[in-house]
């Protein structure tokens, strides 16, 4: 059975970081990442990342994320800094490699003063 379990989110000042993580467990993936989602806007891509390496980043946060893979812990990790306001909202753990996609269940992310 596939799970993905995500930690790491919470409260922090603009400017600040945050460091989210995602174990899977049952499978390996070809593609890891993370997306987002704010009240009364769509999930978007935040980042992901293939097996071999290769980032792909959504462009509100390109220069300030890092996505990052352990392959031997099955883990993704997304290092955010100089985070904004505007990227409140609940970050989805991602996981695929053919024709599901799996889900986590959300660590919310709050950028406040």
């Known amino acids: 059975q596939v799970q993905l379990v995500e930690s790491g989110g919470g409260l922090v000042q603009p400017g600040g970081s945050l460091r989210l993580s995602c174990a899977a467990s049952?499978?390996?993936?070809?593609?890891m990442g993370w997306y987002r989602q704010a009240p009364g806007k769509q999930r978007e891509l935040v980042a992901d990342i293939i097996s071999g390496g290769r980032t792909n980043y959504g462009d509100s946060v390109k220069g300030r994320f890092t996505i990052s893979r352990d392959s031997a812990k099955n883990t993704v990790y997304l290092q955010m800094n100089s985070l904004k306001p505007e990227d409140t909202a609940v970050y989805y753990c991602?996981?695929?490699?053919?024709?599901?996609?799996?889900w986590g269940q959300g660590t919310q992310v709050t950028v406040s003063s």
């Open positions: 049952g499978r390996i993936f070809l593609i």
């Open positions: 991602n996981a695929r490699g053919g024709p599901t996609s799996y």
